[in-house]
């Protein structure tokens, strides 16, 4: 049971992926599958973006991380800000969905320590 009031504020995030998954997903669909299409699949079968960082997507009146956005689709997940997406394989330019699931803020912390520990991606070795 959740018993925390229901005022909190309005997730844009949230319900732009509600929207465009009522209404827009074949072209959502289509967007997903030009970003995967512009990869480049390393050793790892990481789809990785010829980007420095987190590749960005911006696609009708919104904007969100491209991994997030091919997640999110694939997957009819409308996130909210606090769920994350995490990376199973630690490389943020990734955006191969079968290294990403959903997860908390804390778990990301989480990986991020380890991955910062080990100084490796040691999944990867
Ligand atoms: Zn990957």
């Known amino acids: 049971m959740n018993n925390r009031p229901t005022f909190r504020a309005t997730d844009r995030l949230e319900e732009w992926y509600e929207g465009l998954i009522a209404d827009r ?37 919104g904007q969100d991380r491209a991994y997030r956005f091919v997640y999110c689709i694939r ?3 409308s996130a909210s800000s606090d769920q994350v997406i995490r990376h199973r394989c630690h490389n943020r330019r990734c955006v191969n969905p079968e290294h990403l699931e959903v997860g908390t803020r804390a778990e990301n912390l989480q990986d991020e320590r380890e991955r910062q520990a080990n100084g490796v991606d040691w999944l990867l070795v």
């Open 25 to 61: 997903l074949e072209e959502a669909e289509a967007r997903v599958s030009g970003i995967l299409e512009d990869t480049e699949t390393d050793e790892n079968g990481c789809m990785v973006t010829a980007t420095r960082g987190p590749r960005k997507v911006r696609f009708r009146g």
């Open 75 to 77: 997957h009819r997940l």
